[in-house]
């Protein structure tokens, strides 16, 4: 079970064996987790979000991209080191329970399995309207069919959902990686209507690297854009309880996260911002059609919808997987309805995939609805929500890293490097990010969302304390 105290006398194996007692299925080989890994670094953020990122802070965004990369990285090498410590499915509140307490896990866990419906919601009424690019339908109708058809891939086996996100993945690193071929050869060839135009001086001539409205203020205040962006990279941790070889996979896919950001990233706005001058950019204009208008490609702007359309499917799959895991490690914990432990004979969780679809069916609806301010203050929450699991890694890793430094725990196969200040440079960098939010309007709306779901929380523990206080949910762990 989850709630098993790792002791000091457990070795690596028994670590990775977490799983076994789970009840999952290891079905994840290291094709799709490696893919899985590229993916979730990989969103709308960039394919549509990074258009206004350029209206505001010229090429400097490159840079934003580039500093919130190493973070990122941080990250993910601080999640690293405790899923080599002890690998389990719902690592991100189970670490939580562990190293700060039983309320911070619980918080965790709810909080996260809220980002994942709440963006598959989000996701899922983006893509149904994606398809009226194409077809002239209702939107109601696709959202029902997609979130069907995920609903049944993620019940089938975890062996699916990985295939799905395979695919999806590959869909969006094939468009960057053409994009990015494509705009070379203009700036070394100089072929299509780009040809004679283009230059990569646009990056520094036009008002200079930092020629947003404010300068260095501009770039700053794109970050939490950017952040944003890389929201879901963290799933790889989710995935850990179903990898077939955890030990070897895990670090391998965290490892690539540096030239992922690079290439997909970095790579990408050089080459579009070289071919394209940010001054010709506008909030909502995608970079990747900006870029294929710019070369005379008609079919530019088919290309990126259906890149967009499966960015989303792919992220509203990775709800589907993710929310039905949180439940039932918070189930297992005592800290949820026990009737989210169930899993089907394939090994995945029936009752917290259903239970998480059928709420976004719901959101959906009223999405559709009424579409008002309130949905809207709940999405923007989304935000928030997933940069919270980010600063439970750290602090979870801060505290590990104390404690197996003074022995009292295993050391990891997967060390990050740097020990605990990388990690505590990335808190203070999430940080600065939320003061960012919290000085932009258009974004304060997610910290006014996040008082109140806290609160809730908070009386819904208490509740769940007071029915059984000598319960193991509620005892600290040793």
Known sequence: MTSVQVDKQHDGNEAADTAAGEGYHRALGARQIQMIAIGGAIGTGLFLGAGKGISIAGPSLILAYAIAGIVIFFIMRALGELLMYRPVSGSFSEYAREFIGPFAGFVTGWTYWLFWVVTGITEVTAAATYMTYWWDIPQWISALVFTVILYGANLISVKLFGELEFWFSMVKVTAIVGMILICAGILTIGFSDAGDTASITHLWDLGGFFAGENGIGSTLMTLQMVMFAFLAVELVGVTAGESKDPKTVLPKAINTVPWRIAVFYVGALIMILSVVPWTEFKPGVSP??????????????????????????????????????????????????????????????????????ALMMVGVWINYQWPGDAFNYVVSFATISGMWAWIMILACHVRYRLKADRGELPESSFKAPGGIWPSLFALAFIGMVIVMMGIDEGARVSLYCAPLWGLLLGVAYLVLKARNPEGAAFAKRS
């Open 288 to 357: 990747f059609v900006a870029a294929f208008e710019k070369m005379g490609l008609g079919i530019g702007a088919a290309i990126v919808n259906f890149v967009v359309l499966t960015a989303a499917l792919s992220s509203c799959n990775s709800g589907m997987y993710s929310t039905g895991r949180m439940l039932r490690d918070l189930a297992l914990n005592g800290q949820g309805p026990k009737f989210f432990t169930k899993l089907t004979k394939s090994g995945t969780p029936l009752v917290g995939t259903t239970f998480s679809a």
